[in-house]
């Protein structure tokens, strides 16, 4: 067999990123005006929006996966982006109704220190930073469906610009449920601009990741696993 | 309370630590009544294992006596006499509802890191590195478990610790090794090492119908004990080619089954050996994998090879062309111990193992450090040392 060299120019023809499964959530952000008119935004907030806003979703009609595209996209603003995927051996609906209630986030998000839940639409986060300081913003749910899907965004006048969903998938063969976390936020400028590279962590991936863990844990368990408190002898 | 620590590379000290706590609501603590040593204690003892850190407590062999139990554990009393497994396990996790209980998804707090090198993260194991879980072992005289509703055993009356002690780890061990080796009637299982979870597979693999069993060692009172008490034929690989022994043993065929239940410090001869040892020494491969060849090489075309033995990381030079041309299975893994303890605990009591066999050394815990140094170095004909906190 040869093996001839990637041609990168390659890896973007539509035929190469095409759509390869019938994801929920990949309609949602996927093909058509709305989300090309989301993605002049350059970002998955102005994408989650568009589509929330023009309620027009339709399968990419070119089954292009357009995930892709806005990640490229987005990166050329340049926030950070993260996704993440788990499966936890529940039903969506369980898992759907413990994640749509926010004041119970912090139970399994390590670095939010509470969260307040205002009315049906609108929430008040507090997120710890470093040097015992605190950073706050109210978010907006922009686009829910029960037991599937729950995408939310800051408000316009956030220190941290962020948004991000959460979509909760059937698993096959009655392996419990694919939970996708995809979570972006814009970091500031100025001097509150280490302490939210700090607030995610180096690896905003695994920080997510071990809150996702987290929540399996509690999902599945009924606690989360710890050695925090543990004896040793280190004491 | 008295408990074994780590304190670097083969430094062990009994310290005063502060007694363990309930920290979760499935959690149990346990006063132990007895707990071992492990050949897999001597990897942390040597300093192969990483995520280690000073102070450490060591052991996943223990067992004992329920004194406290969290909020939402039923079914176990305080009192209740217990053995506990090494593997931590939920019991609700896709992994622990197959029966799967080494790979459980939610016992490792660590799972980041085991996640990186391995793609996905095994179950946490008492006292046995930060990347797996950095559980608090149970050579102490307390030790709080975990996930206790399902990971604590019952014992019934009239058995001894010393009988029991072992359905903790190398019993099922070396028990889930031989049932790896898929035995038909008329096999023959040949056995790298004779250490204890060796014995184990030994025992493990007539009772479930080998025709011979063939044990490999090079220390004369493990070889000992696999031919007196074990019933195996033995190999001594420092007097013997072990490959063409086999091979002779065997009417040219080889071996069905080769178990490796050596693992990451695998002692060679010879320039291989020397090889292994230097690049293990300068950190250019994790372990040294002289027995996992040497069962490759030796199993018959298209048998099995099974390997209980330890390994850490990477390894060199694997017979990979064998494996794969001799149409090789091979089964490995942690052991998944939930799964055989009734099983096992009902051979005890028939009276088919005395597990106890095995134990040369009974000895205080304040004398652990003693303990690892005669049992790494198998001095006073030491096969498995025996702790009573």
Redesign the interface.
């Known amino acids: 067999m040869e093996l001839t060299p990637q041609n990168k120019s390659n890896e973007q023809l539509p035929e190469s990123i095409e759509a390869g499964d019938k994801e929920r959530w990949a309609s949602l952000i996927g093909g058509g005006a709305m989300v090309l008119m989301g993605l002049r935004q350059r970002s998955l907030r102005g994408v989650l929006m568009a589509v929330a806003g023009g309620g027009l979703l339709y399968q990419g009609a070119k089954k292009q996966s357009t995930l892709k595209q806005a990640q490229e996209a987005i990166g050329l603003n340049q926030p950070i982006k993260v996704e993440k995927t788990v499966?936890i051996?529940k039903p969506a609906a369980e898992l759907y109704s413990y994640w749509h209630d926010f004041a119970k986030l912090p139970t399994f998000m390590k670095h939010l220190e509470s969260v307040t839940v205002i009315d049906s639409k609108k929430s008040h986060w507090v997120a710890k930073a470093p040097l015992d300081t605190n950073v706050e913003w109210d978010a907006e749910i922009i686009q829910e469906r029960e037991n599937e899907l729950i995408a939310w965004a800051s408000a316009e006048d956030a220190d941290i610009e962020n948004s991000g969903f959460v979509r909760f998938k059937p698993a096959p063969d009655n392996?419990?449920t694919e939970v996708k976390v995809v979570l972006e936020y814009n970091p500031p400028g100025g001097a509150i601009a280490s302490a939210v590279a700090k607030l995610f962590g180096e690896e905003p991936e695994?920080q997510i990741?071990?809150d996702l863990?987290r929540f399996?844990?509690l999902m599945?368990?009924?606690?989360?696993?710890?050695?925090?408190?543990?004896?040793?002898?280190?004491? | 309370?008295k408990?074994v620590?780590w304190?670097g590379t083969t430094k062990v000290?009994v310290?005063n630590?502060?007694?363990?706590?309930i920290?979760?609501?499935?959690d149990a603590i346990i006063k132990i009544t007895s707990t071992a040593i492990c050949g897999s204690d001597l990897h942390l003892y040597d300093g192969y294992v990483p995520t280690m850190?000073?102070?450490?407590?060591l052991g996943h062999e223990f067992m004992g006596e329920v004194v406290e139990l969290g909020s939402?554990v039923k079914n176990v009393q305080i009192g209740d006499r217990v053995v506990v497994p090494f593997t931590i396990s939920?019991?609700?996790?896709?992994f622990c509802?197959r029966d799967l209980w080494s790979l459980c998804?939610?016992?490792?707090?660590n799972?980041?890191i085991a996640e990186k090198i391995m793609g996905h993260s095994p179950s946490?194991l008492f006292g046995y590195s930060h990347m797996l879980?950095?559980?608090?072992g149970g050579q102490?005289e307390y030790a709080?478990v975990?996930?206790a509703d399902v990971g604590l055993f019952k014992i019934p009356d009239g058995l001894s610790d010393d009988q029991v002690l072992f359905l903790t780890d190398i019993f099922p061990t070396g028990y889930m090794a031989a049932e790896n080796c898929d035995i038909k009637p008329g096999d023959t299982v040949a056995i790298w090492g004779c250490g204890p979870v060796g014995q184990f597979a030994i025992r493990s693999a007539y009772m479930l119908g080998a025709d011979r069993v063939i044990a490999i060692d090079r220390v004369p009172e493990r070889l000992q004990m696999a031919k007196e008490q074990g019933k195996a034929e033995v190999l001594n690989y420092e007097e013997v080619d072990v490959g063409e022994a086999l091979k002779e043993m065997t009417g040219g065929r080889g071996p069905d089954a080769c178990m490796d239940a050596v693992g990451m410090e695998a002692h060679g001869t010879g320039l291989e050996g020397f090889y292994d040892e230097a690049k293990q020494a300068l950190r250019l491969e994790t372990d040294r994998p002289t027995a996992l060849r040497q069962v490759i090489v030796a199993c018959r075309k298209g048998g099995t090879v099974s390997i209980p033995g330890v390994y850490g990381g990477f390894i060199d030079k694997m017979p990979m062309g064998a494996a794969m041309n001799k149409a090789l299975t091979m089964k490995m893994g942690q052991t998944h111990v939930h799964r055989y303890l009734k099983p096992l605990l009902e051979h005890i009591q028939n009276g088919d193992i005395d597990p106890s066999f095995v134990i040369t050394h009974s000895m205080k815990l304040e004398d652990a450090p003693k303990g690892y140094e005669i049992f790494k170095h198998k001095k006073d004909n030491c096969i498995k040392v025996v702790l009573k906190p």
């Open positions: 499966t051996n392996r419990g695994q990741g071990d863990r399996k844990q599945e368990t009924g606690e989360i696993a710890t050695t925090e408190g543990q004896s040793s002898g280190r004491e | 309370m408990a620590c304190e000290e310290k630590v502060p007694d363990p706590k920290l979760n609501p499935r850190q000073k102070g450490d407590i939402a939920c019991g609700n996790c896709f509802n998804d939610n016992s490792n707090p799972a980041w946490g879980g950095g559980y608090a102490a709080r975990p996930f």
